[in-house]
């Protein structure tokens, strides 16, 4: 199996996909362990318009494994964090990464990868739980993380009025914490 390094395959990104496609990128090399081996992250941060394509891409060099999409809310969009590795099973081979897309609020649609993933729906669906994300061609599945009497349109993970509102009943019924 080729190897290609973690500054090889950014540039695959760049080249093969639209100009753009890839708003960012970077390459962290990191140590771990008592013998200090290295290993790489790479950050991709994607134009939504062109992530399934970037999903593709990634699919090529080797079929990624999906670790989770963390979702974090910025206040007016929502930032989705596809974390993958590659190379697997290489002795000291494995490379890490992170593709990234930001969703205006207004707009909060991105289009399944679990036609080239499947093990993506259970992630995908947390984000369409969590967050509101609209996961285009996933089916509408019930909630599997939330109760599922859990009120429409209320999601935990945001944090503007469509997050969930903490009441406290009876303020003497709250432990305070010292």
């Given at each position: 199996?080729?190897?290609?390094?973690?500054?090889?395959?950014?540039?695959?990104?760049?080249?093969?996909?639209?100009?753009?496609?890839?708003?960012?990128?970077?390459?962290?090399?990191?140590?771990?362990?008592?013998?200090?081996?290295?290993?790489?992250?790479?950050?991709?941060?994607?134009?939504?318009?062109?992530?399934?394509?970037?999903?593709?891409?990634?699919?090529?060099?080797?079929f990624p494994h999906l670790a989770i999409i963390s979702g974090n809310d910025l206040d007016k969009e929502i930032e989705l964090t596809y974390h993958f590795s590659i190379y697997y099973g290489g002795?000291?081979?494995?490379?890490?990464?992170?593709?990234?897309?930001?969703?205006?609020?207004?707009?909060?649609?991105?289009?399944?990868?679990?036609?080239?993933?499947?093990?993506?729906?259970?992630?995908?669906?947390?984000?369409?739980?969590?967050?509101?994300?609209?996961?285009?061609?996933?089916?509408?599945?019930?909630?599997?993380?939330?109760?599922?009497?859990?009120?429409?349109?209320?999601?935990?993970?945001?944090?503007?009025?469509?997050?969930?509102?903490?009441?406290?009943?009876?303020?003497?019924?709250?432990?305070?914490?010292?």
């Amino acid at each position: 199996m080729e190897y290609l390094k973690p500054d090889e395959i950014v540039e695959l990104f760049k080249k093969k996909l639209d100009e753009s496609a890839i708003i960012d990128s970077r390459v962290e090399t990191k140590t771990a362990g008592v013998k200090k081996n290295s290993y790489s992250v790479i950050w991709l941060q994607v134009n939504p318009i062109s992530f399934k394509d970037a999903i593709k891409l990634l699919c090529t060099i080797q079929f990624p494994h999906l670790a989770i999409i963390s979702g974090n809310d910025l206040d007016k969009e929502i930032e989705l964090t596809y974390h993958f590795s590659i190379y697997y099973g290489g002795r000291f081979k494995e490379i890490s990464i992170n593709l990234a897309t930001y969703l205006p609020k207004e707009d909060l649609k991105i289009p399944t990868i679990t036609d080239l993933i499947p093990g993506a729906q259970t992630t995908e669906r947390e984000l369409k739980e969590m967050f509101g994300v609209t996961i285009e061609g996933l089916p509408d599945l019930p909630n599997i993380f939330l109760p599922q009497d859990f009120p429409k349109g209320v999601y935990p993970l945001r944090k503007d009025e469509k997050g969930v509102e903490i009441k406290v009943e009876r303020k003497d019924e709250v432990k305070k914490i010292e």
